[in-house]
């Protein structure tokens, strides 16, 4: 694979590189904010619920707008689309920054999100429109990598910027980044749909709000419960628009995508394959991270350093796995890979109170080894199984399932753990003086923060609090292993298998008739 990177020219080498930068800025900046919310709570007076809004309204705006962003970066040209996104992407940066207050960082994220949703298609349909095939694959490995460790270097660059600066800090990185890459644009190849359809507005509306419904329903299913009435209502909601959307584009001349392309052997498992990475990858970051400062006691800087090491299986085998897959078919190494991170998943059930840094850190290695070995397959097969035209829808419904299963992943590891937590915790309430029932109730932080208070004395407190967020996580984990083996062994069947050779005279037919 290293011999394939050399054989392309130093065009195509820049065309992966600058692709790969503007989707890493957009992805780490879904995460670099997790660390900073204490500090924007504390300077701009945000609730909790508007700490939420400021991650969430990024990942909203994003999901709901991918779709209809790829669509037009086919017909308008996908390195417009790439400018005109980091052009908001970077405008949307600076707005915090100008003017102050938790409703302006809100909005200025949803804006910036909606920027992002222009740049994370048109990265990739660049990519497999402007380089042969013979050369794709190996670059939709790298960029695949590189949107797995994007939420990671996002956490650690974060990081690193609060042991010495504000939070305003990161809005000033991005914004800065986003105006070279924005400029740098101006270097890449125009591409775009050669027949330029008419668009498809009541595919996108509805696209759009199908997708928007249901990261609604995930992100408030952990505040509210999984019965709450607007989470069953959000999520009906999405089913009946959804059946909406699919009836559209079966009816329309031009869709926005051809849903019959999910009835792909090839497509469809690799749409379902990224939707299920991002969802336990996104899980597994909310309660690890967790886990390292509340159990191991780690700051936010150290805790992204902790989980740094997944970087190195998870880039070097997405270039390696692509070509496992053009050699093996799609079924070995997607679904082997997703078993490995179901496998890793399960084996995070040896954690308790006492565990050492060593004792995560196999499990992690175990679950980015799986990551690596299916995340580059199953985008390549969402890719090479649309049209050449259509290669920028292709990417949104690669990045669309990406952020749908992100919301979902979140919103059932934290569901689960919440709940594990205050089902052990729950027989300890009752000892508990009433003032401090409700933070030893609500969250091990919480618990924390007031047995500190108390003394030494409180201790016992808060090792059952420990204990009963340790249970919690057991349950989460267990869930979200489970589930990712199941699906694994489904997808593994349903994926396509290696393709049978042409036989010799097939072979002498097609030369002699100067087919390729």
Not at 149 to 175: Q, Y
Not at 181 to 194: M, W
Request: charged share 10%.
């Amino acid at each position: 694979m290293n011999r394939s990177v050399k054989q392309m020219s130093a065009r195509m080498r820049w065309v992966v590189l600058l692709s790969c930068m503007a989707v890493a800025l957009v992805v780490a900046a879904m995460a670099a904010l997790y660390t900073a919310l204490p500090h924007i709570a504390t300077e701009t007076g945000a609730t909790q619920g508007q700490l939420t809004w400021i991650i969430d309204g990024y990942t909203l705006a994003l999901a709901c707008l991918v779709l209809p962003a790829g669509a037009l970066g086919d017909r308008f040209g996908r390195r417009l689309m790439l400018f005109g996104g980091l052009t908001v992407f970077t405008v949307a940066s600076i707005v915090p920054l100008a003017v102050h207050g938790p409703v302006w960082l809100i909005a200025a994220r949803a804006v910036a999100g909606a920027g992002a949703a222009f740049v994370m298609p048109s990265t990739l349909s660049i990519l497999t429109a402007g380089l042969p095939r013979e050369r794709r694959n190996v670059a939709v490995g790298i960029w695949a990598g590189t949107v797995g460790v994007g939420a990671i270097v996002g956490i650690l660059g974060s990081g690193l910027l609060l042991t010495r600066f504000s939070w305003e800090s990161i809005m000033i990185a991005m914004a800065a980044i986003g105006g070279v890459l924005t400029i740098a644009t101006g270097t890449v190849p125009e591409s775009r749909d050669s027949s330029r359809p008419s668009f498809d507005p009541w595919g996108a509306l509805s696209g759009a709000g199908a997708v928007a419904l249901a990261v609604i329903a995930a992100l408030e299913a952990p505040q509210h419960g999984w019965t709450a009435p607007i989470v069953i209502g959000t999520a009906i909601g999405a089913v009946v628009v959804g059946a909406g959307f699919a009836v559209i584009e079966l009816r329309v001349a031009h869709p926005l995508l051809d849903v019959r392309l999910l009835a792909q052997r090839g497509f469809g498992t690799g749409t379902a394959s990224v939707a299920l990475q991002f969802m336990v990858s996104f899980g597994l970051f909310m309660l690890i991270v967790q886990y390292m400062q509340l159990i191991l006691g780690y700051s936010p800087l150290m805790s992204a350093v902790a989980m740094a090491p997944m970087i190195v299986p998870m880039v070097a085998l997405s270039v390696v796995s692509p070509w496992l897959a053009e050699r093996y078919g799609l079924r070995w190494p997607m679904g082997c890979g997703l078993a490995i991170v179901g496998i890793g998943l399960l084996t995070l059930g040896h954690l308790d109170t006492h565990s050492t840094f060593i004792d995560l850190l196999w499990p992690l290695l175990i679950m980015s080894t799986g990551l690596g070995l299916s995340s580059a397959p199953a985008t390549a097969a969402i890719v090479n199984g649309a049209p050449p035209d259509k290669h920028g829808v292709a990417a949104a419904v690669n990045d669309a399932a990406r952020e749908v299963g992100a919301a979902i992943g979140i919103a059932l590891a934290g569901s689960i753990l919440a709940a594990g937590y205050s089902n052990r915790i729950a027989s300890v309430i009752p000892l508990v003086p009433e003032q401090i029932r409700g933070p030893v109730s609500g969250s091990l932080a919480g618990a924390l923060e007031v047995t500190e208070r108390i003394g030494p004395q409180a201790r016992p407190l808060a090792d059952m609090a420990e204990a009963a967020f340790v249970h919690g996580l057991h349950q989460a984990t267990t869930a979200l292993g489970a589930a990712t083996v199941v699906v694994a062994v489904v997808l593994g069947a349903w994926a396509p298998g290696r393709k049978p050779r042409p036989a010799p005279e097939t072979a002498k037919a097609e030369v002699a008739a100067g087919v390729d």
